[in-house]
């Protein structure tokens, strides 16, 4: 969860200029052209990655309020499930860990794009121009 917040705080410190991200594709590399398969641009998933950073931090604090709101009643209601609570919460703590290292990684891969892009910027404003 660190991981995950710590790469979108540093994304958020980094990337100053999104609009530089619009029309670059997560797998394009210098110099080859746009997948066009209708996957979104680095752009669109800069705004997506923004977006869900507050719903996950909301999501735990709900979690949290849950949590401390519990009542004898919904015990007593659940101690029929008992066995199958550990499998069950195993198996959604797993895949809110996967997605949590997906969008790690997401968050991460376009960070570095948009420094490789500033220093393409940077370089190209270093040449002379002819």
């Not at 209708?38 to 849950?66: C, F, W």
């Not at 290292?101 to 270093?126: F, G, H, M, P």
């Amino acid at each position: 969860m660190e991981q995950y917040f710590s790469a979108t705080h540093k994304m958020e410190q980094e990337v100053m200029f999104p609009s530089l991200l619009r029309g670059v594709f997560p797998q394009q590399q210098h110099g080859e052209a746009p997948d066009a398969d209708g996957h979104t641009d680095l752009y669109e998933r800069y705004q997506q990655l923004k977006a869900i950073k507050p719903m996950v931090e909301k999501g735990l604090a709900s979690v949290n309020d849950q949590n401390s709101s519990s009542t004898d009643a919904d015990t007593a209601e659940d101690e029929g499930v008992d066995g199958n609570l550990e499998e069950r919460l195993s198996h959604h703590v797993n895949g809110l860990q996967q997605v949590l290292t997906d969008l790690t990684k997401n968050t991460k891969a376009l960070t570095r794009r948009y420094s490789q892009i500033l220093e393409e910027i940077n370089l190209s404003d270093d040449q002379p121009s002819s």
